[in-house]
């Protein structure tokens, strides 16, 4: 099968974490703790700073817990962070606790503990980013895309882009969004947007901001309406932001003219931020909401999306992830679980992306979750993959990309022929 798509588009990215871990320390290649000892302290790729940064452990057939006390041993002096591979929570040491003001009895930040570390880590050298945007060039290109769009903007990123762009040394078209964590950010990183926008290139846009609203299904942290594993009781989730903040900084977004982005995994997540826009829609504040991953939604949250401005930015490949344990892990609420054709019945835009480096870029795997998926009680998507992958403004990079039976054939960025390795 042959696809020709017009500007092939990753809408829901970490760029500068792609280029990071593709160009440094990836994990993934741990199958015990004790394969630690095999990570080369000598390579400069691996470090911040002093500190050695690390992403993609998988502790799920590990004969032995992760525990700061493990990391420890192999790193008594050196700081140590390493976010495991669904990127929400990390595996830090002693000395990292300690030059990060944090306690913890085994070493592992979950959620908004582990963003609030990744956060205080020390920046790349402006060298060390460069090299990371090439690589997330290089790797985003290898896989036939030329448009991302990026979740996790700082002001050194979106500065470093500008003076690239300018230079012409881009191969994407490139969307930011700025990440807050706590309240108390909020008005540095709004005024960094306005000012952002101010600067923007042919070549990058900044769209607004982003906060995490709930977990992951993985961690048993989404935030569902129903007990996890079918229990009459139990834990559904939690959240992480106070509902009426996250209303405060949805309503001073809209008014900023930016657009607001929100992580919403669980079911119950994702109906109180509907219901919130709505609520902050009718006092006369409108804009755009972008709906993160989109997983879980049930029908009368798809019907309150209809008078808003509303996106939903999906990742199928996760499906390709999740389907061991989807099921079991949700009981009755799996019915809800991407829902891909209901949004598209619905008229609900759809924008699909891969979550990067969480999943690696790849149109091809996210064909194929939407084809397998089907066998699993998932509704067969009707839409048009090419379309739901394409960025939607075609003033915006005019591109093409051509792939056949998973292999990416050409790619045309902005008018010129890009070459495959």
């Not at 990371?132 to 700082?154: E, I, L, P, Q, W």
């Not at 091809?364 to 403004?393: C, M, Q, Y």
Request: hydrophobic residues 40%; aromatic residues 10%; proline residues 5%.
């Amino acid at each position: 099968m042959l696809f020709k798509i017009p500007r092939l588009y990753d809408s829901h990215t970490h760029f500068l974490a792609t280029g990071e871990f593709s160009a440094g320390l990836h994990l993934g290649f741990m199958k015990k703790a004790d394969d630690l000892a095999l990570i080369d302290l000598k390579n400069p790729a691996y470090y911040r700073s002093d500190w050695i940064v690390g992403f993609g452990w998988n502790e799920t057939d590990w004969p032995e817990v992760p525990h700061k006390s493990i990391l420890d041993k192999y790193f008594p002096d050196r700081p140590v962070f390493f976010p495991r591979m669904d990127g929400h929570r990390s595996w830090v040491n002693t000395r990292a606790l300690q030059l990060l003001g944090m306690t913890s009895d085994t070493g592992l930040l979950l959620e908004k503990e582990h963003l609030q570390a990744w956060d205080k880590l020390p920046e790349f050298t402006k060298d060390q980013q460069r090299r990371h945007v090439f690589s997330a060039c290089r790797t985003y290109n290898k896989a036939g895309f030329t448009h991302v769009r990026d979740m996790s903007c700082t002001p050194s990123l979106w500065n470093l882009l500008v003076e690239m762009s300018e230079k012409n040394e881009l191969t994407l078209a490139i969307e930011e969004n700025v990440t807050t964590h706590e309240m108390d950010d909020f008005e540095g990183m709004l005024d960094f947007c306005q000012r952002a926008k101010k600067s923007e290139t042919p070549l990058l846009r900044m769209k607004g901001i982003k906060l995490f609203y709930d977990g992951s299904l993985g961690s048993e942290t989404a935030f569902l309406s129903k007990p996890y594993n079918g229990k009459a009781e139990g834990p559904r989730g939690r959240t992480l932001w106070p509902l009426e903040q996250v209303e405060e900084i949805m309503m001073r977004t809209w008014q900023a003219g930016l657009e607001f982005s929100v992580h919403t995994i669980g079911d119950e997540a994702a109906h109180q931020i509907v219901q919130s826009a709505r609520k902050i829609s009718a006092q006369g504040f409108v804009g755009r909401l972008n709906l993160e991953h989109a997983q879980m939604l049930r029908p009368e949250t798809i019907q309150m999306m209809k008078p808003l401005h509303v996106r939903c930015h999906m990742q199928p490949c996760h499906w390709l992830s999740d389907k061991v344990w989807l099921e079991q892990k949700l009981g009755d609420l799996y019915k809800y679980v991407f829902p891909w054709e209901a949004l598209k019945v619905a008229q609900i835009p759809i924008s699909f992306g891969c979550d990067s480096p969480v999943e690696p870029p790849s149109f091809w795997r996210n064909k194929v979750a939407l084809d397998e998926s089907v066998h699993a009680k998932i509704r067969k998507f009707t839409g048009d993959l090419a379309l739901a992958h394409s960025h939607p403004d075609a003033t915006f990079a005019n591109s093409f990309t051509v792939i056949e039976e998973g292999v990416v054939q050409e790619i045309n960025f902005n008018g010129k022929s890009l070459l495959l390795e």
